[in-house]
């Protein structure tokens, strides 16, 4: 949510704190963890700092996660489709013993 709002306009960590209903502190660390992941830049702004979210960060954070999402399930849908796997359709767990 953080991202989202920091994506659409500059916000201080102030704004962002009431936006998300978090604590000052809260947003602070967040905007922090942000910050050292580079999603986000600063400025400031008189006494106050700004937060936008980077684009172009945020757009080569996105590649890798598209990349590694379908291969994972890429691999996935492999191994669930592939015939006679016993982790196969169906094949999932054993059937308890009848009585």
Not at 9 to 21: H, K, P
Not at 23 to 35: D, E, F, K, M
Not at 36 to 50: F, I, K, M, P, S
């Amino acid at each position: 949510m953080a991202l989202e709002l920091v994506s659409a306009s500059e916000l201080s960590s102030g704004q962002l704190a009431d936006a998300c209903g978090w604590t000052r502190p809260a947003a602070s660390q967040n905007l922090r963890a942000l910050r050292e992941a580079q999603l986000v830049d600063v400025r400031a702004d008189g006494n106050r700092r700004l937060y936008r979210a980077r684009a172009e960060t945020l757009a080569a954070l996105r590649a890798f996660l598209d990349d590694f999402w379908a291969t994972r399930l890429g691999a996935l849908a492999a191994e669930i489709e592939e015939p006679g796997r016993a982790g196969g359709p169906g094949r999932g767990r054993p059937r308890k013993a009848s009585r």
